[in-house]
């Protein structure tokens, strides 16, 4: 699974979105199945400027089949249906230090 963290980059929305844009074209070459994008929740926890423009540009992507689908950290867990497949798809995600801890600063993208 890639990982892209915005947080670390620091940039403003419009970079963060050419970013994401350009991490999925070279995933879905990669043949991965999924990316995890930190982009942190906002510090009035109410949801950062980047968050929310990237779940509308996602969900633009998903209408368009560029991606099968988009989920918040929220949901990152074992528990979760498609979570689920995304671990059996690659089980190396097991590992990953996000699952179970209901990060809503973090969006899962499924590529396939």
């Not at 950062?48 to 209408?63: C, E, F, P």
């Not at 089980?91 to 993208?109: F, Q, V």
Request: glycine share 8%.
């Amino acid at each position: 699974m890639k990982f892209i963290d915005l947080k670390k980059e620091n940039c403003p929305v419009d970079y963060a979105l050419v970013l994401v844009e350009m991490e999925i074209e070279s995933a879905i070459k990669e043949g991965e199945v999924a990316i995890k994008v930190l982009h942190g929740y906002g510090s009035h926890g109410r949801g950062g400027a980047i968050l929310v423009a990237l779940r509308q540009m996602l969900s633009t992507y998903k209408k368009q089949k560029r991606i099968v689908d988009y989920f918040g950290g929220d949901r990152w867990n074992i528990f979760d249906k498609e979570t689920l497949e995304i671990l059996n798809k690659d089980k190396t995600i097991y590992n990953d230090e996000d699952m179970g801890k209901a990060n809503p600063g973090i969006t899962i993208i499924v590529l396939k």
